[in-house]
């Protein structure tokens, strides 16, 4: 398991290639030019919650992709219904009937749901959302957390280069759990210009602690959104069916008007997925939105195959069990090397930093030592666990953080 | 082939049941609620240039899946080496070694290209080529056909359904091969607001003829784009790879500095792709852009093998020999029937309107007909052939126009 000495040359020779045709060699969250030099950029294969890199390194996957793989990596049960699909047909003329029967399959699962779209990405989910509730309300102004990553379209992205300042006049800022901010962005936005607001199931804005949401927030935007008439949009792309099996707020008892999924929907196929209320239908039929590879077949015979089996299987608990098992694990071993770090999160969504990191320096030492010793974890933004996760594929894991507080301990002192 | 009785039974019973969970039964341009009741809405299974309904009717499908089928549906070569890429992995950590060889294909097919980035969809490839631009020149306004379809996003969304207005504010409109009108859009937007300027390789707006660019067209915009510092944007989306193994315009010798690729790249894997000149690497290397399946390797192993192949097998000649075929075999029924058509555009995408026939009626009709008799077209958008269509294919395309000319002459009389 333990890769001290794990070979870097394969990866090198095509990061050098890389950089000749592409931006910065590579682009966008899954780019290492940031991360330790430990870090592969580059992966040969996966099986269940386990990644080789190009040079044979093994790792325990605690990234699961950046949320896809729910399952485990080539769950043979999504593969096997992908391949009976992929021998009919993927990308035809038309649709499927596996497209029926996937948006009854969301609209019996998730309550708020009447309907439901299906595209590709995480912000072609998100978009929709945002035209939809602009038929439906005839407004333009959007109110959103002040960190939140809803995806790199223009209204959302979280950078402004290369977004024309015009896309961003609609867009107003709240801090999450913090109702009184929310009703000064729908004063500042005019309340009847807000077309929607977006939130997450849980505080998960990059760099950041994680917070769970409390109840009254919860209830309180509901109520806001009612009393402006104003979309309420769940964004479940990064935490959807990792929580709960329908919605993540539903133990809340809140429902969104609109919800935004992609990521674990298909264990690694590609969809995202817009469900919506009775109430906004008539939006989501005035506008026009499509995409070449939005009717693909096979991913839809994959997320009806990821969804009913993570019910099937309890794939939550399993997540649950498993994160668990690591959290208490980090816990034990902050305490025994005397490195103060914080937790936050869903167990099986989870983020850790450390104590008066603020230029994040023990968290890149902290993940350069667990890449090195064949862990992948990430320094800035949460992780994911998958059901694939086994208490050995966790204890392997915890072998490699002890060295990476081993490490931090050495190089920053205790705390 | 002929299915004058093919029953429409488990496609209208799917029907139903798509009402009662999907905006209007099923959105965007698969949706067939507006072609008339001979159409199939959902299909089993397709191989080569033929689909079979959910009814089990067989047809000649000239759409191909609008584009992405370019070598034939479940080709070998193709569903190999995506194969093997799956056996591997596909959604994992951090992209495979096929993600740089991919990009090396790009930048060695296509002669303007110096770098390439992945997506999956056609609007997230336009919508990057405009993000980039705007992040070079720090400009904002962008000039673009007047009924040019680049998209769905705000900015290029032909419908103002769902868009704020502020999203539109950039945007000015010129009628293609017309420079004077492209002169004026710059003066409207200033040109030294204009960030970028999109084309078509040839016009192909959906409800009209379509029109071959002029040579004198195609080194106008390079030469206003140079003068102004605007970025000169190639849409190859719906025609890439169709017309050129390299980018469309490379016979005229007019090189964009930033194009638009998705639909056929991977054979129906879906996979876009924006290329770009060395001037607009710093813009892509600043802007933030990403998705979750933007790095997904079986696409990507797919579209190694479309290139190739299509290159290997002379694709192109193939699809102009068919495409040849149909346009002959038109013409001549056209007149045999004396019902004036036009055909245009180039032969592998072609284009067909009726004389006289402003609503479309002539073309409903004759589309109907055409479904009826076993064969998938399209009223008012262009279709598609493919490296698969054979001659068989094609003459058993005309038996089905013949009967739809039948049709046309009977219901509307000659022209």
């Known amino acids: 398991m333990n890769n001290p000495a794990g070979s870097r040359e394969v990866d090198q020779a095509l990061r050098t290639r890389a950089r000749d045709v592409m931006p910065n060699g590579m682009y966008g969250h899954l780019s290492v030019r940031r991360l330790p030099p430990e870090y ?107 960190g939140a990553y809803h995806g790199w379209a223009g209204w959302s992205n979280l950078s402004p280069v290369g977004v024309s300042p015009q896309e961003r006049v609609n867009v107003f800022r709240y801090v999450y759990n913090d109702l009184p ?127 009913q089996t993570l019910q099937a299987e309890n794939g939550i608990d399993a997540m649950v069990r498993a994160g668990n098992r690591l959290r208490e694990g980090i816990d034990r071993q902050s305490k025994e090397y005397g490195v103060e770090v914080r937790q936050s999160g869903p167990v099986q969504i989870p983020n850790l930093s450390f104590a008066g990191d603020v230029e994040f320096e023990r968290a890149l030492a902290f993940c350069g030592a667990a890449a090195r010793n064949g862990v992948i974890l990430h320094p800035a933004h949460n992780w994911f666990l998958c059901a694939a996760h086994t208490d050995e594929d966790i204890d392997r894991a915890l072998e490699a953080t002890e060295d990476a507080f081993r490490t931090v301990r050495a190089k920053f002192g205790g705390t």
């Open 40 to 146: 592969p950029q580059f992966y040969d294969h996966g099986a269940g919650a386990r990644v080789w890199d190009v040079d044979g390194n093994e790792y325990v996957d605690l990234m699961c992709g950046f949320g896809p793989n729910i399952l485990g990596y080539r769950n043979s049960i999504v593969e096997n219904a992908a391949s009976v699909q992929r021998e009919r047909g993927d990308t035809l003329s038309g649709p499927g009937e596996c497209m029926v029967e996937l948006a009854e399959l969301f609209v019996s699962s998730v309550s708020h749901a009447h309907w439901a779209m299906f595209a590709k990405n995480g912000t072609d989910a998100t978009s929709l959302c945002l035209s939809i509730a602009r038929a439906t309300t005839g407004r333009s102004a959007v109110v959103m957390d002040n």
């Open 181 to 307: 901010s929310v009703e000064l962005a729908f004063q500042e936005a005019g309340p009847e210009n807000v077309a929607a607001v977006f939130v997450s199931p849980f505080r998960h804005n990059a760099g950041s602690d994680q917070e769970m949401v409390t109840g009254e927030f919860a209830r309180g935007l509901r109520e806001l959104c009612d009393r402006f008439g104003a979309a309420l949009v769940m964004d479940e792309v990064r935490a959807g069916f990792r929580l709960h099996h329908g919605g993540s707020w539903e133990p809340l008892g809140v429902e969104p008007d609109l919800s935004a999924w992609s990521k674990a929907i298909g264990n690694g196929y590609p969809i995202g997925a817009t469900l919506g209320s009775k109430k906004f239908l008539d939006g989501a039929e005035r506008i026009f939105a499509t995409g070449s590879f939005w009717f693909q077949a096979v991913p839809m015979a994959a997320a009806i195959a990821t969804i």
